[in-house]
């Protein structure tokens, strides 16, 4: 298992398929194909890989979340966040922060209507996106 540093930025990673285990103020969550998890800013949690997959992650920072609980969602299907998640990736290589910024909160809204607690931590309270940075796969 590895521990992560203090996170330095929020972040919302995918699982497309494969299994990775995160460990978190006592609590196991297991990140399986068709789902994700919020990372919260200065979160600090282990995981470990049980099974190699592909793990989509946006790194952001914002204001207005108040929450340090990780928190998984099912996402259905992942069409929607595959087409989303190069539509980023498009907008952060053409240096468009403004499409960006659009095509996240378009993530975050979608993922809110799939899970009630996710929505009220990220889309009642106020969030105001201050940057939103590389994709990592």
């Known amino acids: 298992a590895a521990t992560t540093p203090q996170r ?3 972040g919302i990673s995918f699982c497309v398929d494969g299994l990775i285990v995160f460990e978190h103020d006592g609590k196991k969550i297991e990140l399986t194909p068709n789902s994700a998890i919020f990372l919260p800013e200065k979160s600090q949690y282990t995981w470990k890989c049980i099974k ?5 992650q946006i790194n952001f920072e914002a204001d207005g979340i108040d929450t340090t609980d990780l928190v998984k969602f099912e996402l259905g299907s992942y069409a929607f966040f595959e087409n989303k998640l190069k539509d980023l990736q498009n907008a952060l290589i053409t240096s468009s922060r403004a499409r960006a910024m659009g095509i996240l909160y378009d993530i975050i809204d979608n993922i809110g209507g799939k899970s009630r607690l996710l929505c009220c931590c990220l889309c009642w309270s106020g969030l105001r996106l201050r940057y939103c940075g590389a994709i990592g796969h």
């Open 52 to 56: 190699t997959g592909k793990y989509p």
């Open 8 to 10: 330095q930025c929020y």
